[in-house]
């Protein structure tokens, strides 16, 4: 059973400080040291909440990823097998699986986080919140891998307002829900943070105050890209539902 949810924010090794400087203002967070075998993870850290966003040094281009904290690891990684995931490494506490689609993604240890962090605050009333990881999947992988993760979390599961879109929401205590996004073109899967925005204009000055830069608009989202190259969206959702 699924009892947390993070979404780690991967970026190459030499911008990494750059991103996290970036991520821990926009999400009124704090950064705590770094860890891991070689220092390479960073934990953004909320105040008087459980953590759920943390930041990854890579060594290619990044993305971001899900981390899903379960109670029993053995017969959670038996279970993602058993629907098509592949290990690619077993640590201490830390197993490392890629989806049946090519999407990474760990499985580790519940250890009674239970605390969502809060919505963030803004001027002139605007809030937002880092809740979303989208899965970003090639054309001929999208229903492979909307069947893959509903069976995984058992959440529910629905397809999004838009046809290359699939929703899946945990309960709501839940800090990060995930979205399946159809490609146009085949690349390999790969993920993206969304922050839930209570308004998309307010949200995309805010973050280009801190250094991000204009991408693009959609249909109720605006792309965005970091101070370290990473891109990921504000979405006109509302951040204390995520509806």
Do not use: N
């Amino acid at each position: 059973m699924i009892r947390w949810t993070y979404a780690f924010i991967d970026r190459p090794a030499a911008v990494a400080a750059r991103a996290t400087a970036f991520w821990t203002e926009v999400t009124g967070t704090d950064a705590s040291g770094p860890w891991g075998e070689r220092g390479e993870f960073t934990t953004l850290l909320p105040d008087g909440a459980d953590a759920c966003l943390a930041m990854q040094a890579v060594g290619g281009a990044g993305g971001a990823h899900p981390d899903l904290a379960v109670e029993d690891l053995a017969a959670s990684t038996a279970q993602a097998c058993g629907l098509g995931a592949v290990v690619e490494s077993r640590k201490p506490g830390l197993i490392v699986l890629r989806s049946p689609g090519g999407m990474p993604f760990c499985l580790v240890p519940w250890r009674g986080q239970r605390t969502r962090p809060p919505v963030v605050p803004g001027p002139g009333g605007f809030r937002s919140r880092a809740d979303q990881l989208c899965l970003d999947v090639a054309p001929d992988a999208f229903a492979t891998e909307v069947a893959f993760w509903t069976a995984l979390t058992g959440w529910d599961s629905r397809p999004g307002d838009h046809t290359e879109f699939h929703v899946l929401r945990p309960r709501l205590d839940l800090p990060v829900h995930l979205l399946v996004q159809r490609l146009e073109e085949p690349r390999p899967a790969s993920g993206h943070l969304d922050v839930a925005c209570s308004d998309l204009e307010a949200g995309q000055a805010r973050h280009e105050r801190y250094g991000a830069e204009f991408v693009r608009h959609g249909d109720g989202w605006t792309v965005m890209r970091d101070p370290a190259g990473g891109l990921y969206c504000l979405t006109g959702r509302d951040p204390l539902t995520g509806e």
